[in-house]
């Protein structure tokens, strides 16, 4: 015999109701807590977990504790580079490395009109004033003229060393630094952007030299590292020491020596360094004669000119440390 319509509607209503409540408790949270108010901190880190969509959940109730991430990325999607190009309604993004970081308009060079069609002469006179005046009225002052020349002696001394981007836009943050605690008054712009470059290849470290940077900066290696030090001095930048090992790779490359060459190179390196004999040297320097040194001991020997010449250290530096790491070593030369 079947229960009444009625009676089988009401014990729906009363299931539901229960599970209704099941989930207001489970949603109160932990010890009674609003799910609105709940905080991160307050439950066990190896209970959470953080899906694919960004949300934030209680794995034993199953409570959301972050959602609704915002995602800064475009509404559309792209496969390659032309694609994307394609797509894409914005420009070029900020950079530090231009004195108006990039924000002004820029007018190219090619006298062509949209189609790629040449214009003609009197198009191109006009193109030609237009260009003039807005290289002109990019700088309103002689802080922004100097911001301008220093920026762009930064990106033609890095391009000449061979450096990624990110150094660039580190050495670009360092000068504006310096230039907005009034640190250029009295030196040159040229010796403050070099000093700058080279604070940013120690922050990335990326390997180059004093004698490498003032070998494509206008200014000499004293006022270099004179000016570094007094920058680095004045913003607080922690400059570790130059690990020797970081221009091994480099010098290697060059002197087209083997794999083995330069990993007994870094052994020698790390060895003698334990004992304390890196202190107060050049990281150059020792990594040159830890070189020289591997290369004699895997037969691949190079003379002390050619290690020289690549290292930019004199032959008498490789000697005194290579005689210093050989006996640290216990090898008898």
Known sequence: ???????????????RDEDADESETDAEGVEGVDADELDPEDFDPEELTRTADGELIHEETGIIIEEEQIDPGPEWRAFNHSERQEKSRVGAPTT?????KGLTT????????????SISSKKRSQMHR?????????????????????????????SALGVPRSVREVASVIYRRALNEDL????????????????ACRKEGIPRSLEEISDVSRVDRKEIGRT???ISQELGLEMRPVDPKKYVPRFSSELELSEEVQSKANEIIETTAEKGLLSGKSPTGYAAAAIYAAS????EKKTQREVADVAQVTEVTIRNR???????????S
């Open 1 to 15: 015999m079947t229960r009444p319509t009625r009676q089988r509607d009401h014990d729906r209503q009363r299931v």
């Open 96 to 100: 530090k490395t231009m004195h108006d």
């Open 106 to 117: 820029t007018i190219d060079w090619k006298d062509k009109d949209a189609y790629g069609r």
């Open 130 to 158: 237009l260009r003039k005046w807005q290289e002109r009225i990019r700088t309103k002052d002689a802080g922004e003229r100097n911001l301008q020349f220093a920026l762009s002696e930064i990106d033609r001394m890095a």
């Open 184 to 199: 250029i008054r009295g030196r040159s712009i040229e010796g403050v952007s070099t000093a700058a470059l080279y604070a």
């Open 228 to 230: 570094y030090r007094y």
């Open 296 to 299: 004699l001991l895997c037969n």
């Open 322 to 332: 290579y005689q210093e790491q050989i006996e640290a070593m216990g090898i008898h």
